[in-house]
């Protein structure tokens, strides 16, 4: 069992654009789809728009490029304080682009979620990102893409799937029509997966995950 009682998650979201995602999980959380409290909003830069919808939303942000540490193991720290700080108890990567020190994904172990904007283990692992990850698919051929929802581990785009969902190929689709797309299933499909943690429905045997019936 992973997330101990069925109780409001204290989400901490990192981001580093848009941040689409942490607004469709604002939304949920908004609508009662979403059982969590947004504490924290932690971001690599300054002046992107998820930090516009942060504090619309009068959710904390916290400002931490890792170039700003002496060490990958200060970052790591301050992140981890940060964290404390706001008591998140579970994260939500959306979008962000830096790679999480190996102390704070341990620290969230199987409470770190990831979403990947394909059907992994198609498409993920380093240089698989943005726009390029749907001009591959497209170069391939592939009639299907989708959205993956994954726990975190050490590596790139490698931890246990806890939700997938296809979205087809268009014969005509050109990378942003496809992304703009797959975003929208993720809007949805990321929100959902959180639930099932908030619900506390979320087993792992191994590297599957099992979902227990409501
Ligand atoms: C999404 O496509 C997500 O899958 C990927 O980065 C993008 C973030 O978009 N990891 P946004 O910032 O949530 O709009």
Known sequence: M???SSAPLRLAVF???GGSNFGAMLKAIG???LDAEP???ITDRPGISAIEKAERAEVPVAVLPPSGFASEGAFAEALLEVLAQHGADFVA???YLKKIPAEVVQAYRHRMLNIHPALLPAFGGKGFYGQRIHEAVLEHGCRVTGVTVHLVDAEYDTGPIVLQEPVPVKQDD???SLAARVLQVEH???PKALQLFAEDRVILEDRRVL???A
């Open 2 to 4: 992973m997330h101990g």
């Open 15 to 17: 981001a580093s654009g």
């Open 31 to 33: 609508a009662g789809r």
């Open 39 to 41: 504490v924290l909003l």
């Open 93 to 95: 990567l959306a979008g």
């Open 174 to 176: 050109t990378p942003r």
């Open 188 to 190: 949805h499909l990321y």
């Open 211 to 213: 979902i227990r019936e």
